[in-house]
Nanobody, 126 residues
Framework: QVQLVESGGGLVQAGGSLRLSCAAS????????MAWFRQAAGKEREFVAG????????YYADSVKGRFTISRDNAKNTVYLQMNSLKPEDTAVYYC???????????????????WGQGTQVTVSS
């Protein structure tokens, strides 16, 4: 049974930092793109960052570029999201996701992802 478990969310002041982790179990995802999405209250889920299976292909949403860094450790089956210079508009539930197919470049729509974590809340106060 595949499970993705996010951790590292919490409450932080504007300008602060958080590091999210997503540990996968039940299957090895070293051949799959992994990504982070977020969903703010009343809004649709949106792409935040993605990293290809090799780490060679990385994309960020314009809204987080220069502030967030995605990385992965295939030996640990884990993907990370380092979030710096956080803003109140970054407040959302953050989800990690795994691509439905192997060896693809980073895709930014939710329909391309098969496995999802349960989400971790990030709240940034002003």
């Amino acid at each position: 049974q595949v499970q993705l478990v996010e951790s590292g969310g919490g409450l932080v002041q504007a300008g602060g930092s958080l590091r999210l982790s997503c540990a996968a179990s039940g299957r090895t995802f070293s051949s799959y793109t992994m990504a982070w999405f977020r969903q703010a209250a009343g809004k649709e889920r949106e792409f935040v960052a993605g990293i290809s299976w090799s780490g060679a292909n990385i994309y960020y949403a314009d809204s987080v570029k220069g502030r967030f860094t995605i990385s992965r450790d295939n030996a640990k089956n884990t993907v990370y999201l380092q979030m710096n210079s956080l803003k109140p508009e970054d407040t959302a539930v953050y989800y990690c996701a795994v691509d439905a197919r192997k060896y693809r470049v980073v895709l930014r729509t939710t329909a391309n992802y098969e496995y999802w974590g349960q989400g971790t809340q990030v709240t940034v106060s002003s």
